[in-house]
Antibody, heavy 120, light 113 residues
Framework: EVQLVESGGGLVKPGRALRLSCTAS????????MSWFRQAPGKGLEWIGF??????????EYAASVKGRFTISRDDSKSISYLQMISLKTEDTAVYYC???????????WGRGTLVTVSS | DIVMTQSPDALAVSLGERATINCKSS????????????LAWYQQKPGQSPKLLIY???TRESGVPDRFSGSGSGTDFTLTISSLQAEDVAVYYC?????????FGQGTKLEIK
């Protein structure tokens, strides 16, 4: 059974950078499209962006709120997806989740999330 | 962007009774070429990550109890729990995957009356 585990969260000052990782167990990670989401404390879910699998060129797309600051990548040899975040703002404080896409862009497996706190 | 609006924001239902959550999209999420509605429902229990319940508006994810069902088309959708169980206490979200940015409703908090 595939599982997703996020890591790399923590406390970071505004303007700094942070890289999150999403590690998948199982041997078929390369077949999946992956997406990242966040959930601010007490708030709803926000889609951040996705990366397709290699068959679709590893294409990325982002929400307007993070475009130019966040970058999603993947290393299929390690079964990891990354979320590189730069120029962090206090409003980026949230639990960050990675999720695996189903046949289309619904998300059938989520990690447990990692908390990112942006504060001086 | 497609705006997803859920109603109600919160709902209290007695054990064994029916719970109904509504979701309205600001534009149709029905894709004419395949006649599919690009709409999913998720359950998020306290302290946990979201769990997929329903996709294509009415297809139940494997392992999801059959008391959960989804219906609707175009812009109006419903998640129904036919007989509420204690473990169904959660926040429920609808999500459109018709186009990017993929957007969620604000969530409906379901509690036991």
């Amino acid at each position: 059974e595939v599982q997703l585990v996020e890591s790399g969260g923590g406390l970071v000052k505004p303007g700094r950078a942070l890289r999150l990782s999403c590690t998948a167990s199982g041997s078929t990670f390369g077949d999946y499209a992956m997406s990242w989401f966040r959930q601010a404390p007490g708030k709803g879910l926000e889609w951040i962006g996705f990366i397709t699998n290699k068959n679709y060129g590893g294409t990325t797309e982002y929400a307007a709120s993070v475009k130019g600051r966040f970058t999603i990548s993947r290393d299929d040899s390690k079964s990891i997806s990354y979320l590189q975040m730069i120029s962090l703002k206090t409003e980026d404080t949230a639990v960050y989740y990675c999720a695996k896409a189903g046949l289309r862009w619904y998300f059938d497996l989520w990690g447990r999330g990692t908390l990112v706190t942006v504060s001086s | 962007d497609i705006v997803m609006t859920q109603s109600p924001d919160a709902l209290a239902v007695s054990l064994g009774e029916r719970a109904t959550i509504n979701c309205k999209s600001s534009q149709s999420v029905l894709y004419s070429s395949n006649n599919e509605n690009y709409l999913a429902w998720y359950q998020q229990k306290p302290g946990q990550s979201p769990k997929l319940l329903i996709y294509w508006a009415s297809t139940r994810e494997s392992g999801v109890p059959d008391r959960f069902s989804g219906s609707g088309s175009g812009t109006d959708f419903t998640l129904t729990i036919s007989s509420l169980q204690a473990e169904d206490v959660a926040v429920y979200y609808c999500q459109q995957y018709y186009n990017t940015p993929y957007t969620f409703g604000q969530g409906t908090k379901l509690e036991i009356k």
